[in-house]
Each structure stands twice: as structure tokens, then as C-alpha cells.
């Protein structure tokens, strides 16, 4: 087999390093135990996110020299919205500085009181951002989504069936639009095929109601459709790329994961009223229609990274490094979501904690844990940022307590990945020691970025 390399070599560095752990320990403390809220500096290997923290190339970076900053009609923005139509083949392109100011339009213009707005998994801005116009967001991910051992190749799925009741529930006067989110970043970042998202348009289309495609990891989706859609492996991904946006309406994007970019995002629809009424909330919130939140340079840099992230080979090489480091996981018996998902490898806390209940947040106790045991910063997906409440206030568990492990995009090597290995494998031979949490303050919305955190 011929072993697979990085399709780049470095330019640039950027020192890290490790602080001792009496250092680390009390750097925790200070952060009332919530990771968010540490100095960057203090984390060593930064797994928090794969949004807005990877390399760019040369070629965005001197694409980025000819940013014209002009506020109206730039060459830059006219090369962001051509990239976009030839990816998407959608008709309006609007640009927002990242995808949550894309669901905040879409939402605030579209979304009624009551209204409800079914996903596979909503993320957590995106749920937050129907919440807070009074929708309601529904997940109705696939039964194998939920299961973390089952090696299903398309975790993503929505489960049809559950659309349809959802439908014939609510009616489709209640659904103003049904989203897709590739790929499924709350569930493991597993793929959705092409085969469920054509699916799901049928189903809408006899009700008229518009699919949106949370389009964050497009790219990656695209590659897993490539390696495990049979009919799609002879397809560039960019051909797989334009099918998935020929059956959707519109989309909102991140251009932090796919764009290769650390800052940027878009929203899109094929509607030329939808596009009117975002527009007017465009300029009031964002910017002018052509740069949105953006300036030139960004505008050039995520036009040529969307491009990158649909080259086979950095593909390849990306789902090698989360593989790498799943694989040797799995070897020592550490409970993972399997088969590793695109941009993440995600430890199932329920089962690497069994002795902790949800409402302790067993994810919380591995993430202090192993930033610990070695600096390194991971993203608990569980309780504590999907919880919900009953009528009664009480608190209701996620279904999944989920540790993540973010892979920044062409950041990190295959030796910071050997130190991740050890690190956790030390964490989990001392699994009995880590205590449960409980919250001592939170805010109402999105919790999890600034609550503190004591041990029970
Ligand atoms: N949708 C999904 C599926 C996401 O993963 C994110 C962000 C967003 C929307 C919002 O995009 O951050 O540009 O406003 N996810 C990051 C993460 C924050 O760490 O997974 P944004």
C-alpha cells in the first residue's frame, strides 16, 4: 500500500508549548474549569475547534495581496460569488463574516413563532439562532447516528420516515424550510450520502417546502460520498459537490471549516424573494451585499480554499490524519464514535465514564482531564451544550455525551498526533480518578462557551 503524505510541505511555523502542570492546573482553575475560557497559550496541542484555525496556502496567501478593498463591486467579491455559483450552481450569494451570521439572517427573516425546523443535527448556533425567534429545532438524525459502535458508512442520515410524521404532524405551513447539515458535526462528523440528500428533496418537493444545506464541511462530505457512494467514484468531488447544492435551495456556510479560511462565511438561495429580504438584513447587520462582513483579502482567500478543500489528495490526506489517530485509539480499547468522522475523532464519554451521570457532564471530567494530563484542548458535545430544560426546569440530558477532538486543517503532524495517543491513553489508565462536574453559572443562550464548572 502506498503510504500516504502530507501534499504540502511547511513555510511557516508557529511556536507551541507546554506549560507545567502545576502551571496547567492552575491556568483550569482560573477558567473556572471551562476550557473556553483559558489563554490559548496555555494549551499546547488546540483541538477546541477546526473553525477558522487552519494553514492557509501560498496561494491564499498571495491571493490575499490583491484584495481590493473597494466597498462596492470589488474584483475580489466577484471572484468569491463566481467560486460560489460554480460550487453551488445557486443563484444569490450573500457573505457574512461566518455561517451563525448566515443563520441569524435566514432565520430572522424566515422563521415564524412556532415555526419548526427539522435537521439531521442541528449545531449549536444554528439551533440557538431558530430558538431565539421562537422556532423549534428538530433533530431527526438516522437510529445508527446515535448508536457510536455501529460502523454504518452514512451516520449523517436523516431518517425519512421521522421527516415524513414530522410532516404530516405539523404541516407543511408550520415548516418553513428543512436543513441538512454535511457533515453531521453534532453526531461524530459523519457523512450524509448523496442518496438521502436527493431523499429528503423528493419528500420536500411534494410539500413545497425549501431545503437548506448547513454546508460547513461540504468538502469532506463530498469525499466520503467519493470513497462510499458506489455510483459517485468515478466523480471529481467538485462534480459530487455541485449534485449535493443541485437538490438544495439554499445553504449557509462556514468558510472557517471548507473555505480554508480563518474568517468568512455565505449564505445563498436560489429565491429572488428570500434573496431581497436577506439582502435588506445584510446591510443592517453585515455590510454592503458585496462584501457582507468581509474584507477583500478574506473575500480572496476563501475563493481559492474552497476550491483546495475539493482536491483529492488533501481529501485523502485529511481523512488519514483523523484516521491515524482513531485507529490508535481503538487499538487500546478507548471508546470512540466509529468509523472516525470527517474533521474530528470523538470520545464517547457515556462509556468512558459509565460511573458518571449525564447531569455530571462525563465529558467535561475528560477534557479537564487531558488538558491535565498534557495540555491538550478538546470540545465536550454533550449535556452541557445540548441540554435542554422540561416545562419544570429540569434538565433534560443530550442523547449523546460526546468528547471532540477537532483536526485543524493542514496544522498539526503526525508526532503532535503521537503525543495526543499518549496523552489519552494515560487519561483513560487513570479514568477512575476524574470526577463529575456541576454548573455554578451559565447564560441563557449557548452556555457552554462561558459557564464555570465545579467538581462534585
Ligand atoms: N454549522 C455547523 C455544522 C458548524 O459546525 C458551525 C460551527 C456553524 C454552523 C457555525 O459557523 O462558527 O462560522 O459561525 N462550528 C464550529 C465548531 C464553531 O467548533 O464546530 P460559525
Redesign the pocket.
Known amino acids: 500500500m502506498k503510504t500516504i503524505i502530507e501534499p504540502f510541505r511547511i513555510k511557516s511555523t508557529e511556536p507551541i508549548k507546554l506549560i507545567s502542570k502545576e502551571e496547567r492546573i492552575k491556568a483550569l482553575e482560573k477558567a473556572h474549569n471551562n476550557v473556553f475560557l483559558l489563554d490559548a497559550q496555555d494549551c499546547c496541542i488546540d483541538l477546541?475547534?477546526?473553525?477558522?484555525t487552519g494553514c492557509m496556502s501560498t496561494a491564499q496567501w498571495a491571493a490575499m495581496m490583491l484584495g481590493d478593498e473597494s466597498y462596492a463591486g470589488s474584483n475580489s467579491w466577484k471572484k468569491f460569488e463566481k467560486t460560489v455559483k460554480d460550487i453551488t450552481g445557486i443563484k444569490h450569494v450573500l457573505p457574512t463574516h461566518?455561517?451563525?451570521?448566515a443563520?441569524a439572517i435566514l432565520a430572522q427573516t424566515i422563521i415564524k413563532k412556532g415555526d419548526i425546523i427539522p435537521n439531521n443535527s442541528h449545531?449549536d448556533?444554528?439551533r440557538a439562532n431558530i430558538e431565539y425567534v421562537g422556532g423549534v429545532a428538530l433533530n431527526l438524525l438516522c437510529d445508527d447516528g446515535l448508536d457510536t459502535s455501529s460502523e454504518s458508512l452514512f451516520k449523517g442520515n436523516m431518517n425519512l420516515d421521522k421527516l415524513k410524521d414530522c410532516i404530516k404532524e405539523h404541516g407543511k405551513e408550520k415548516i418553513p424550510f428543512c436543513m441538512i447539515?454535511v457533515t453531521n458535526?453534532?453526531g461524530g462528523g459523519q457523512p450524509v450520502s448523496m442518496e438521502n440528500i436527493r431523499d429528503i428533496k423528493e419528500i420536500l418537493k411534494k410539500y413545497d417546502i425549501p431545503l437548506i444545506i448547513?454546508a460547513?464541511?461540504f468538502a469532506e462530505n463530498a469525499y466520503f460520498i467519493h470513497e462510499r457512494e458506489e455510483v459517485c467514484k468515478d466523480k471529481s468531488l467538485l462534480e459530487i459537490a455541485r449534485e449535493m447544492f443541485s437538490y438544495a435551495d439554499g445553504a449557509?456556510m462556514?468558510c472557517?471549516?471548507d473555505g480554508l479560511a480563518n474568517i468568512g462565511?455565505f449564505l445563498i438561495c436560489n429565491d429572488d424573494q428570500w434573496a431581497e429580504v436577506f439582502k435588506n438584513l445584510l446591510i443592517l447587520r453585515e455590510g454592503f451585499p458585496t462584501y457582507g462582513g468581509l474584507a477583500g483579502r478574506d473575500l480572496e482567500a476563501i475563493a481559492v480554499g474552497l476550491m483546495e478543500a475539493l482536491e483529492l489528495d488533501y481529501q485523502v490526506y485529511r481523512h488519514a490524519t483523523v484516521t491515524y489517530l482513531s485507529d490508535r485509539l481503538i487499538e487500546r480499547g478507548i471508546p470512540i464514535v466509529r468509523p472516525a468522522g470527517g474533521h474530528a475523532v470523538f470520545l464517547d464519554a457515556k462509556q468512558f465514564l459509565p460511573n458518571i451521570s449525564p447531569l455530571q457532564y462525563p465529558g467535561i471530567g475528560i477534557i479537564n482531564a487531558i488538558y491535565i494530563e498534557g495540555g491538550i484542548r478538546g470540545?465536550e458535545l454533550g449535556s452541557v451544550m445540548f441540554g435542554k430544560f422540561d416545562e419544570n426546569g429540569n434538565e433534560i440530558p443530550s442523547s449523546l455525551e460526546l468528547v471532540r477532538l477537532?483536526f485543524p486543517r493542514r496544522v498539526y503532524t503526525q508526532s503532535h498526533f503521537d503525543y495526543v495517543v499518549e496523552v489519552i491513553e494515560s487519561v483513560w489508565k487513570k479514568k477512575d480518578q476524574i470526577p463529575g462536574y456541576r454548573i455554578t453559572y451559565q447564560p441563557e443562550f449557548l452556555r457552554h462557551f462561558s459557564c464555570h464548572f465545579e467538581t462534585v
Open positions: 477546541l475547534t477546526d473553525s477558522g461566518q455561517g451563525r451570521a443563520e449545531f448556533t444554528t447539515t458535526n453534532t448547513d460547513c464541511r449557509t462556514s472557517k471549516k462565511g470540545v477537532a
